[in-house]
């Protein structure tokens, strides 16, 4: 079944970003493939030893999670080792970098709100291995915590859903990002979120349902895509499936 909300790496063309080295993303998510006009969703391949030079984004947020391999972190000055499953965030205007240490690649999933479609004027970059603002400590900078108590979410049955990048976690403003353990049986009843675009990424399992009414079904691997104040409902295939739901709104 063709949808438009739905879908895969495989169908994007890959580009090298600017400020990274060994690095190669695929725009999952963004304007050009689905209208996206609050948020991007990236995949990017990383090979060892490289990674993102040190930049920031002045307006905008960026949250990323290893989906395979391990790699260092720094955001404002502190370094964090990351591994398959875990999550970062960087706030609007701290500078950050990320180097991969593992043999194998890693594989990470980039959110960004609002998009950044690599629009020069959106990043800012270091002047030199010397520049302060690499290292300048911000103490109001909280690493995402990494066991927080799931919980049920509203519209949705069948479903626990822990809370990863939400204003609370770490003060983000556009950006609410929740991992979701859901039943055989579970899934979510129509609902629709004015101001807001929602993005599924399906880790385990496979759903079906309708967006705006047209029919939709999705797999492992696969990203769906809820436009602003789009209207959403699924069920689970038949059994259990883990996934990430992402909201971008104004803040």
């Known amino acids: 079944m063709n949808c438009p909300y739905v879908r895969r790496a495989a169908e ?74 875990d999550w970062s965030f960087n706030p609007m205007g701290v500078f950050h970098r990320f180097e991969v240490v593992s043999d194998e690649p890693v594989q990470v999933m980039v959110v960004y709100a609002p998009p950044y479609s690599e629009n020069p004027n959106a990043a800012l970059t270091a002047t030199g291995a010397d520049d302060p603002r690499c290292h300048a400590r911000d103490d109001s900078v909280r690493d995402v915590p990494q066991h927080e108590a799931p919980a049920g979410l509203p519209h949705y049955h069948g479903v626990l859903a822990r809370p990863v990048i939400t204003r609370d976690t770490v003060g983000a403003r556009h950006l609410d990002i929740r991992a979701l353990s859901l039943d055989a049986d579970g899934g979510a009843q129509a609902h629709a979120i004015p101001g807001t675009e929602q993005v599924l990424y399906l880790q385990q399992g496979a759903i079906h349902g309708e967006i705006n009414g047209q029919p939709f079904r999705a797999g492992a691997r696969d990203w769906v895509f809820v436009p602003e104040g789009g209207t959403l409902h699924f069920q689970a295939g038949g059994g259990p499936c883990r996934a990430i739901l992402v909201r971008a709104h104004d803040g």
């Open 12 to 85: 994007v063309p890959a580009y090298s970003p600017a400020n990274h080295t060994g690095t190669s993303n695929q725009r999952v998510i963004g304007r050009e493939t689905v209208g996206a006009q609050r948020v991007e969703v990236l995949l990017g391949t990383i090979t060892r030893g490289h990674g993102a030079l040190p930049h920031a984004h002045p307006d905008l947020e960026q949250a990323s999670c290893l989906l395979a391999g391990a790699g260092i972190g720094e955001v404002a000055g502190r370094q964090r080792r990351l591994e398959a499953g």
